[in-house]
């Protein structure tokens, strides 16, 4: 079993930067895809960027490329999201998930471990 704490999360200004951690319980992380999600209030959580298990390959969804970059350091058994060039419509609370599946897949059906996120607030 993998455990997911998220950290990172406020208040940034439109135009701003944040990043956000994801720290595992268990050395399984190294084994897993990892993705970020975001569910803003009202909507549907909505998967914005994916990693492979060795970082090499990464997936992001069409609204964050360009300015969302996700990566990964195994030997800490961390991964993050760094988010820059923030809008209003990126606020959400941010999760990070893990899936054994190799496909690159942005669902949230196809991960099998959550951490229970953290807020993030774009606004002036």
């Known amino acids: 079993q993998v455990q997911f704490v998220e950290s990172g999360g406020g208040l940034v200004q439109p135009g701003g930067s944040l990043r956000v951690s994801c720290a595992a319980s268990?050395?399984?992380?190294?084994?897993?895809?990892i993705a970020w999600f975001r569910q803003a209030p009202g909507k549907e959580r909505e998967g914005v960027a994916r990693?492979?298990?060795?970082?090499?390959?990464?997936y992001y969804t069409d609204s964050v490329k360009g300015r969302f970059i996700i990566s990964r350091d195994n030997d800490k058994n961390m991964a993050y999201l760094q988010m820059n060039s923030l809008k209003p419509e990126d606020t959400a609370v941010y999760y990070c998930?893990?899936?054994?599946?190799?496909?690159?897949?942005?669902?949230?059906?196809?991960?099998?471990?959550w951490g229970q996120g953290t807020p993030v607030t774009v606004s002036s």
């Open positions: 998930a893990g899936t054994a599946r190799t496909a690159p897949d942005l669902r949230a059906y196809a991960y099998d471990y």
């Open positions: 268990s050395l399984r992380l190294r084994y897993l895809d």
């Open positions: 990693i492979s298990s060795e970082g090499s390959r990464t």
